[in-house]
Nanobody, 127 residues
Framework: QVQLVESGGGLVQAGGSLRLSCAAS????????MGWFRQAPGKERESVAA????????YYADSVKGRFTISRDNAKNTGYLQMNSLKPEDTAVYYC????????????????????WGQGTQVTVSS
């Protein structure tokens, strides 16, 4: 079992920045690929970014490419999502997710591929 706890959400003005953290416990986080998803009211959960367990492979949705950066610190069992140049359309509940990675290069972009989820953290971007 892996427990995930997100933090760092909040209210920010358009153009601002936030850094989300995802603290993992329970198993060896360094062998788990990680992803960030978001869900806005009335919309389906969507993949935002993903990272392999080594940190060497990353994925970004087109909507956040160039503005968001996913990273991880395996020594601290923590993953991060740095969000810059935030837009009102980034408003959503953000979730981190984890699963065992098939290799150091694998990342996963589908929600169904993940086994463990955090409780979510609200990000609200005002215009």
């Amino acid at each position: 079992q892996v427990q995930l706890v997100e933090s760092g959400g909040g209210l920010v003005q358009a153009g601002g920045s936030l850094r989300l953290s995802c603290a993992a416990s329970g198993r060896t986080f360094s062998t788990y690929a990680m992803g960030w998803f978001r869900q806005a009211p009335g919309k389906e959960r969507e993949s935002v970014a993903a990272i392999s367990w080594s940190g060497g492979s990353t994925y970004y949705a087109d909507s956040v490419k160039g503005r968001f950066t996913i990273s991880r610190d395996n020594a601290k069992n923590t993953g991060y999502l740095q969000m810059n140049s935030l837009k009102p359309e980034d408003t959503a509940v953000y979730y981190c997710a984890a699963r065992l990675g098939l290799s150091s290069r694998h990342y996963y972009t589908e929600a169904g591929e993940y086994d463990y989820w955090g409780q979510g953290t609200q990000v609200t971007v005002s215009s």
